[in-house]
């Protein structure tokens, strides 16, 4: 493709509106947008797959800006390619409340993920490429190719220095997902001081060590020579794409090369010099005619591409029609896994991680777009599909995902993979390593969308692994997280409960822990739980009186134990209720009516009982309130003598209430 005036023109419009709306807002990141513009206008206007019209249609390419502080870039590309985002938008940039917010977020259109953490999006990238290799097995068939995206990110230094980074592209190389292109906008300057300061690697001997191509781009304002490093990288049968695009940091402004310019808005004036340098003869969000005629050129080949596309559907639909109707069910969120039931009597014992290992299998069967792995622990974890030699190269059909021990990677990629949309999948490893996780956890909560994360291993009982592998405060620190529902079963019929909220909910992510040790299932969890679970909370062993003296609360491992001791109590003539928490996030969204049908308000003997941190506990014990739990980390031995030696034995919860409470 042949670039003109023209051209050089749309890409300063870029530069303009970005600077323009970080001096309106007085804050903002200039130096990026400045230098990188020429890369994404490129992108945009040749090589991206998209429909302005239908920003959200399944065989879109994706972008991903995972330098998200450069967003005002991002905002006056979607503006100028008529996204619908107005110049008032433009003008709210960084505003409470604004379509514009200082980092990308999804209720933007066009915007398909939110970055704000440097190398979340690039993880997220690789979870994108991902789906679209793995579901594309299923859809092209019969002629048709309704599937088959490519994924593009803008990089900086600051993405690739992240650990997120190497784990990321290790498992991009070795999963030669050629259908990843990322552009490094390598401008040799950090927010502190000059990049060598921090950081000496060689990018592209580095990301080839990993199994990718790697295309470097001499001139970033050269966009021939962008266009046709994005031409060999859609070529690339093999790998993975890295093109390391050289630029000038704040490209056209005063601070020009200096690290001055990453993070700092420019004055009034040195925006004039910096449009002045770029030949911009224009106001402040003022953008001419022929620009706006220009871009409209996306849109025009976005509305063929995306006639193009359904006509591929269509062709489906007469070769296919139930296929094409569970492509149409899963992107729409409509495809379920139905009522799957297991069967299990009182008494029965089972490992939370085992149940969920049936699940699993059962969950493959149904119409439901299914997959996930383990970060190198799926035998231990149990999550894993039997009879499936794992999603690689050359066998993108298969549902195991082999993350190797990359527990940050894995995380972001499950997030790209649920992004993408047209399946639901999780991420797994034991529970003490979901803190290697938890920024891309919380990623998955900021935008609200139904990862699923299981972790086995759930508590002290794991035993003789000692206080390294032993989870303590990590219930707490993901309860904590707004928008994040963990649960925490208490035996085989409330995970089946768990399961079905965690596959058939679309409203945001859910964490599931998992007992490594058996679990009897409870009498009441048969009567309960089916309802109760997908409350938060529920009563699991009644009093059996009218006005119960007391009420302890617990869950997964430790409901057993607590109702074990509400029998001894009763022997001595104390009647307490056994509630029944799974999910303590859950219950609060709940009426307060029913959450007092849970927790009678005028009792005020009430006790937790966990194995973890106490200190969410306080919300439901109250004042008055005793919470038996581990606020110290655990030791190495026996299951059965670390249990006793921490309290957690019948004998201790009824010795504790009976001095707490009294008769």
Known sequence: MSFDELDTAAVNAIRA????????????????????????????KKHLRIDPLHPDWPNRDRFVLSAGHSSSMLYAMLHLADYGLSIEDLKSFRRLGSRTPGHPELETPGVDAATGPLGQGLGMAVGMAMASKHLATKYNVAGSKILDSRVYVIASDGDLMEGISHESASL???????????????????????????????????????????LRVEDGNNLAEIDNALDLAEAERERPTLIEVKTVLGYGSPHAGQNTVHGNPLTAAECRQTM????????????????????????QQGQQRYKDWQAEVDHLEKQNAALAQNFTDNFANQATTGNISLKY????????????????????????????????????????FENDDGFEPGQYQNRNIFYGVREFAQAAAVNGITLFGGSRTFGSTFFVFSDYMKNAIRMAALQRIPSIFAFSHDSIALGQDGPTHQPVEQLDGLRAMPGLNVFRPADAIETQSVWDYALNDNHGPVVIAMSRQGLPVLE?????????????????????????????????????????????????????????????????????????????????NRMSVEMGSTQSWYRFTGLDGVNIGLDHFGASGPVDEITQSFGFTVGNVVKTYLQHFGR
Request: glycine share 8%.
């Open 524 to 604: 009441g969890s048969l009567k309960y739980a089916k309802v109760g679970v997908k409350k938060g909370g529920y009563v699991v062993s009644p009093s059996g009186v009218s006005q119960p003296d007391g009420i302890i609360i617990a869950t997964g491992s430790e409901v057993s134990l607590s109702i074990a001791a509400q029998a001894e109590l009763k022997k001595q003539k104390i009647n307490v209720e056994v509630v029944s928490m799974p999910c303590p996030e859950l219950f609060l969204q709940q009426s307060r009516a029913y959450q007092e049908t849970v927790l009678n308000p005028n009792i005020r």
């Open 345 to 384: 009597n009182v008494g029965e014992t089972e490992a939370v991680r085992v149940t969920v290992h049936k699940l699993i299998q059962e969950s493959a069967n149904t119409p439901l777009n299914f997959w996930g792995g383990s970060a190198d622990l799926s035998s231990s974890n149990k999550t894993y």
């Open 276 to 299: 002045r340098a770029l030949g911009w003869n224009y106001g402040p969000f003022e953008i001419p005619n022929q620009i706006y005629q220009r871009y409209s050129e996306i849109k």
């Open 17 to 44: 509106l970005s600077i323009d709306m970080i001096e309106h807002a007085g804050s903002g990141h200039p130096g990026m947008p400045l230098d990188a513009a020429p890369m994404l206008y490129v992108t945009y």
């Open 172 to 214: 991009a190389g070795h999963l030669k997902l050629n259908n990843l292109i990322v552009m490094y906008d390598s401008n040799d300057v950090t927010l502190d001081a000059q990049a060598d300061k921090a950081v000496g690697d060689n990018a592209g001997e580095r990301f080839k060590a990993y199994g990718w191509n790697y």
